[in-house]
């Protein structure tokens, strides 16, 4: 039975369409599987807090029900941000009190969901998109406007699969033979509207019979790499070894680590990268040891308004987090606690950035630059 939670109303018991097993079967359905739907009932979002305990599909009907879902990281990961936050904007106006003015219910929701997460670009980068969508259609009436929003956000979402796909092939060039590769937080399905990024070019080069073994930290405080990735590894049967965060440094000095591909959150116009916290902590650790460091990330997850690093607002979240591991306290329950979600990589730690428009290498304020001409 369906019930109220926080996020959305939850439908519980229907399993996801597994991943089909092997070959040109699975290289033409991964991205069949998203985490974001949109049916005739509206938004649902796979509650990824709730994995891999339980498949749980969210029902959002108001924009409260996005921005609670996003904010608790129910949906997750900056590319999957962005598509929730397109059908986020239709489903505010979809949900519009009645005589509440249509220009003012759009910037009222614009405002709650972009104030969901400061450090993803993508969340900003799609309501931005959605405003001109919305500006230019407003004029026609209320109905017009919803349906040119949906088909856009629809397109956004199409827009992910096809730009994962890139990143992979793309990604997977830079792959050799038997590679072990070491990946940070989760960045797949679960992470994006198609087969995800950094792992989209993990799954790529294992079709290509390039990764014998994924190296899987597992991304305290959240676990992203011990509940998702993990949990996505398995379905694509690809081998993996999870790890603990603190296991980096000691893999690498053995020789046990041949490259690291992880995601982003936000790249700044000079290359400089915030992603997932202990990022920076992998890139340290990879250069110290030559093992090439690659990021990957659309051209929607790079930001040209933003210089370098440092002027990215880093997201800290409530220390509570920390403090437990689900439902268990495994700490003080009072511990002081300081809970950064994310860190930042200096450009010059960064061996390449794989992007849906090609492999760009330093210096990056240039290669940005350039991959950006003919594209907004
Ligand atoms: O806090 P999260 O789980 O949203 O953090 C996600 C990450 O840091 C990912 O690496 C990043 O968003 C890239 S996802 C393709």
């Known amino acids: 039975m369906p019930h109220a939670g926080p996020g959305g109303w939850a439908i519980r018991g229907r399993s996801l369409p597994r991943v089909p097993r092997t070959g ?5 359905t991964e991205e069949t599987f998203s985490p974001i739907r ?6 649902e979002l796979l509650d990824q807090t709730q994995l891999p305990r339980e498949e749980v599909w969210l029902r959002c009907r108001t924009p409260e029900d996005v921005s609670a879902a996003i904010y608790r990281l129910s949906v997750r990961g900056a590319p999957a941000i962005g598509v929730s936050a397109a059908y986020g904007l239709v489903v505010g106006l979809q949900s519009k009190p009645p005589g509440q003015e249509i220009r003012a219910r759009f910037a009222e929701v614009a405002e709650l969901l972009g104030g969901t997460r400061p450090t993803a670009v993508n969340l900003r980068w799609a309501i931005k998109r959605g405003q001109k969508v919305f500006d230019d259609n407003v004029d026609a009436g209320e109905d017009a406007v919803i349906a040119a ?3 856009w956000a629809k397109a956004v979402h199409a827009a992910d699969i096809q730009s994962c796909r890139q990143m992979g092939a793309f990604g997977a060039e830079l792959f050799s033979s038997n590679d072990r590769v070491l990946t940070h937080c989760n960045t797949g399905a679960l992470a994006t509207g198609g087969y995800g990024t950094a792992l989209g070019v993990i799954t790529a080069s294992h079709g290509q019979g390039k ?4 190296w899987v930290d597992e991304t305290r405080p959240l676990l992203q790499g011990a ?13 993996y070894k999870l790890v603990t965060d603190s296991s980096v440094g000691a893999l690498m000095s053995r020789g046990l680590v041949d490259r690291v591909v992880l995601g982003a959150d936000r790249i700044a116009a000079n290359g400089d990268v915030a992603n997932k916290i202990g990022t920076y902590t992998v890139a340290v650790m990879a250069n110290r040891h030559d093992v090439p460091f690659y990021v990957a990330a659309p051209l929607s997850t790079i930001d040209l308004d933003t210089p370098t690093g440092s002027d ?4 800290e979240r409530d220390a509570d987090e920390l403090r437990r591991v689900f439902e268990a306290k495994i700490s003080p329950a009072d511990a002081p606690a300081m809970n950064f979600a994310f860190d930042v990589t200096p450009n010059e730690l960064i061996a390449a950035i794989i992007t849906d428009v090609g492999v760009l290498r330093a210096p990056y304020t ?6 950006f001409e003919g594209h907004d």
């Open 366 to 371: 240039e290669s940005i630059a350039k991959a």
């Open 24 to 28: 040109i079967m699975r290289a033409m």
């Open 312 to 315: 990215i607002p880093i997201e």
């Open 227 to 239: 509940r998702l990735t993990a949990w996505e590894l398995e379905r694509l049967e690809i081998p």
């Open 38 to 43: 949109w049916t005739d009932k509206g938004l």
């Open 211 to 214: 990764i014998s073994q994924v």
């Open 149 to 151: 929003l949906l088909e």
